[in-house]
């Protein structure tokens, strides 16, 4: 198991990179009043047949040949369904026509374990899969009237084109993006009324 | 909320210094492992360590990349090191201390940490 939710989206969405997507979409939102965390991972990679979809929450299976289990997607069930929550996989063949996972964590479950660092994770895949583009939603509601400000999306064709040839490893962009994660999600917890998840 | 306004800036600043950088003789590469076993382990600190280090020192002959799992996995959180005519050199067991110290030692004045070395008869 990992030990915090960001950690599994991070190995999760490694096999998105493998898959050859050019696009990925990362959706995580927090609902008070439903009492979920839902984390959507969606890309435009090459997809799975169906045999290999049936298969891929089985720990001892994997299309590696480095080693002879697959723990990834079934870790990233286990921690959704060990809350009460579900997991889902919706995958077909072809290119472009990709494959989405969503994991749906019960917020108050004492089997959940912290989100822990999304600005991080996110960070890292920027970062390191520069030719991806990267779209990430992050959203939070409180119990009562969801406020205005309480998502925010980072889309790396947004920097890109502002950024020209400046690459995101750059020490001060790469400042620049981290700082931006950060910020913008205190921001939305704090106006969902959050203050830690 | 953080503004394009800002990046705009930092290009400005940013790309007036990519002109004057020599891109000859490049590029040692630092390879974290980062499948499920490594990051498991613990790999995204080390991997995090060795990118603030080498960002922080503006070092762009050094790339800090990552990898998949390359079936030590007992080994992980690994990092291996290649330098342009030299062997390349694997590290076991790292977090990000023994990063610092591959930094310092390794990756600035070319001292290999034989501590954190793989044993030779383990490599695959």
Redesign the interface.
Known sequence: ??PEIS?NV??VA?NCV?AGATKVRIDVDINRAQNTLTISIADNGCGMDEDTLAKVTDPFYTT?T??KV???VS?FKQAAELTGGSFAIDSKTGEGSGTTVTARFLLDSIDRMPLGDMP?TMH?LI??HERIRWQYHFSAYAEDKPKD?SS?LLDTK??KD???D?PF??????A?IM??LK??SA?VLRNAGIESI | ??S?E???A??E???SQ?NLRDESGTDTRVVVG????G??AGA?PV??KF?ELV??R?LTEIQV??T????M?RYEPIVEIHEPGKPSVTYIHMDAEKAEKVFNDHLLHGNVVTEYLIPAKMQA
């Not at chain 1, 490893?169 to 790469?174: F, G, L, R």
């Not at chain 2, 998949?68 to 079936?71: E, M, V």
């Open positions: 198991m990992m950690l991070l190995d490694q493998r590696r480095t080693r697959g723990l990834g870790f991080g890292t970062t390191m400000d925010f947004e920097l502002v950024l020209g400046v490893t750059e020490p001060e962009v790469s620049y700082d931006s910020e913008n921001e | 909320m953080k394009l800002e990046l705009k930092i290009r600043k940013v790309q990519m980062m499948a499920t076993c990051i498991a995204r991997l995090n990118v960002q922080g503006n990349t990552q998949g799992c390359i079936g996995c």
